[in-house]
Nanobody
């Protein structure tokens, strides 16, 4: 069974940085798109950034200047570098991978808390 495992979350001070990672295990189909989403309690899960298999990136306007998404195809891994973090960036961050056969998978989420 395919499993996505995120890591890199935690407590960070305002203005700080962190890098989230998401690795897929037991996935046999190529991953067309890797995405990162965020969710706060009571709100829907929103896209933060995504990257296609050819390296094209998508960012939501509010985070474009503070985030960099990347991927390592050989390792089935996506990364999200987040800089200049603000308290409003506090959320649970999830990765989502789309395969070339239109199946998708979610990670379990990693908590990011921005506070002094």
């Amino acid at each position: 069974q395919v499993q996505l495992v995120e890591s890199g979350g935690g407590l960070v001070q305002p203005g700080g940085s962190l890098r989230l990672s998401c690795v897929a295990f037991r996935i046999i189909f190529s991953i067309r798109r890797m995405g990162w989403y965020r969710q706060v309690p009571g709100k829907q899960r929103d896209l933060v950034a995504a990257i296609t298999s050819c390296g094209m990136t998508i960012y939501t306007d509010s985070v474009k200047d503070r985030n960099t998404i990347s991927r390592d195809n050989a390792k089935n891994t996506a990364y999200l570098q987040r800089n200049s973090l603000r308290p409003e960036d506090t959320a649970v961050y999830y990765c989502k991978f789309y395969t070339i056969i239109a199946l998708y998978y979610w990670g379990q989420g990693t908590q990011v808390t921005v506070a002094s």
